[in-house]
């Protein structure tokens, strides 16, 4: 028997009471229609917190780093992030290196506190380098309760509602369900410019409107037997003399995989030492794959995970240096290299890198060179990468392009911010994502503190508070 319908007053009653009220009354209860193909999800009021003077969606290196510095710089800061660690593509993705890394701030104090704790690969670069991904995730913790951020994980931004051109509200969803959430700034760092979108913002995405755009990777940590006899393969920090060139061992994965009897998906597969017998993998793409598309990117996830066991199962079965290769983990979130970009009100663009642009209100100056990488299987099997023929001269980033044209409040940082296809394959590493980063979270957190828009904050005051807090020096 079908239980009897409860009306809304009912069920709030029995709900406050403690009674019980089954899941299909409550279905009963306020289910409307669906029509061609469309549901009509009923109006509720949701809890609304407004406890924030800035508010940061998305946890990876661009939005730790905001949140971190936007509270050193004395705002109330919240920071929602998804997955169940911060640090993004540095923890959950498994990325393996930083790169453009030699940066003043707090790129530099990431660096000096990874040392300290012997988490960083021994290397004598300062601008590229392999971490240990466990000890980076309890840092980055540390920091942000040392800071006064409020991070809140398996939380993720479904909607932004704007009042005119302003945006004051978002709302998340979590176990605990829909929540709204209301602050003077909030900043984009989900990488694939969720929240700009949701806020009504333009954008562009790859190469032409929608694509082609560069593939997705998914990275895995592997344990070999004796690393030391892989190096004719694996990258060290600091190599030896007369030691192949990264080139050279690239080439000799593909040749050691394809002799398996698979052509690997990236042409340019990559092994980095960590520590001991430890490497981080890049093996594997995925290419045309909107990242933004849940089940497209469902499917390149279980396609890439299932090529890299294919792949490392090959390699042990060579025996000799392989002998004993295994997967220890693959990353619970794909790589993805391009995503939305949100116009902002500067564009960085292809010719700042070429002439070396300089602006007087730069937030990160970037030095990383053109990378795109192949964007078809077909042109994979020719080369792992395009050649621009562009030789990038380091070029300033402009607060500008961190700061939303069509919605006012609203601030990004890391690969989503505004740029054009050629220049965000140079910018997109996470050495500028931390620069980004600290510009945007000292500017919002003037901004909000003060009772102004993002855009009428002069840099030279964000720069000033840096160096106030001991950053930038």
């Not at 393996?96 to 960083?120: H, I, Q, S, T, V």
């Not at 989900?190 to 409107?209: H, K, M, P, S, Y």
């Not at 290419?287 to 279980?302: N, S």
Request: net charge positive; glycine share 10%; charged share 25%.
């Amino acid at each position: 028997m079908k239980p009897a319908p409860v009306s809304r007053r009912h069920f709030l009653h029995a709900a406050l009471a403690g009674g019980a009220v089954s899941q299909s009354q409550v279905m009963a209860a306020g289910t409307p229609a669906a029509k061609d193909g469309m549901f009509a999800e009923p109006a509720h009021e949701i809890p609304l917190a407004n406890d924030a003077d800035v508010i940061v969606c998305g946890a990876g290196p661009a939005g730790v780093t905001a949140a971190i510095t936007a509270a050193r710089a004395g705002a109330k800061v919240r920071l929602f992030e998804w997955r169940g660690c911060l640090g993004g593509i540095w923890t959950a993705g498994l990325l393996g290196y930083f790169l453009d890394f030699n940066k003043p701030g707090f790129a530099k104090e990431l660096r000096d506190k990874l040392d300290a704790r012997g988490a960083r690969a021994n290397s004598t670069s300062t601008s590229r380098f392999c971490y240990d991904p466990e000890a980076l995730k309890l840092l980055l913790e540390e920091l942000c309760v040392e800071a006064g951020v409020k991070f809140q994980y398996h939380t993720k931004v479904c909607a932004a509602f704007r009042e005119g051109n302003r945006l004051t509200t978002i709302v998340t969803e979590s176990k605990s369900g829909r929540q709204a959430w209301k602050a003077p700034v909030f900043i984009d760092t989900t990488g694939d410019g969720d929240l700009g979108f949701q806020a009504g913002c333009a954008f562009e995405i790859g190469e032409a409107a929608e694509c082609p755009c560069q593939p997705l990777s998914l990275n895995a940590l592997l344990v070999v037997k004796d690393v030391e006899q892989l190096r004719d393969f694996v990258r060290f920090g600091q190599p030896l003399p007369g030691e192949n060139k990264d080139g050279e061992k690239k080439k000799r994965i593909k040749d050691a995989i394809v002799s398996t009897g698979h052509f690997p998906s990236y042409a340019g597969a990559t092994l980095w030492h960590v520590s001991g017998n430890l490497v981080f993998a890049m093996m594997n793409q995925e290419f045309g794959i909107k990242p933004w598309d849940a089940a497209e990117i469902t499917t390149a996830t279980v396609r890439a995970r299932a090529e890299m066991n294919l792949m490392v199962t090959g390699l042990r079965s060579l025996g000799g240096p392989w002998e004993g290769i295994q997967v220890v983990a693959t990353a619970e979130q794909i790589g993805v290299r391009d995503g939305r970009r949100i116009v902002g009100r500067y564009v960085v663009n292809k010719e700042d890198l070429i002439k070396g642009a300089r602006y007087d209100d730069a937030v990160v100056r970037a030095t990383f060179s053109v990378d795109i990488h192949a964007t078809t299987a077909e042109h994979n099997q020719k080369a792992a990468t395009h050649s621009t023929g562009i030789k990038v001269k380091p070029y300033d980033i402009p607060l500008r392009a961190l700061i939303a044209k069509e919605v006012d409040g609203l601030m990004m940082a890391g690969r989503c911010i505004s740029g054009d296809f050629i220049a965000h394959a140079s910018y997109r590493v996470t050495g500028n994502a931390v620069g980004m980063g600290e510009g945007a979270g000292v500017i919002a957190a003037l901004a909000a503190t003060s009772k102004r828009m993002p855009h009428e904050v002069p840099w030279s005051e964000g720069e000033a508070k840096l160096k106030a807090m001991g950053q930038r020096v």
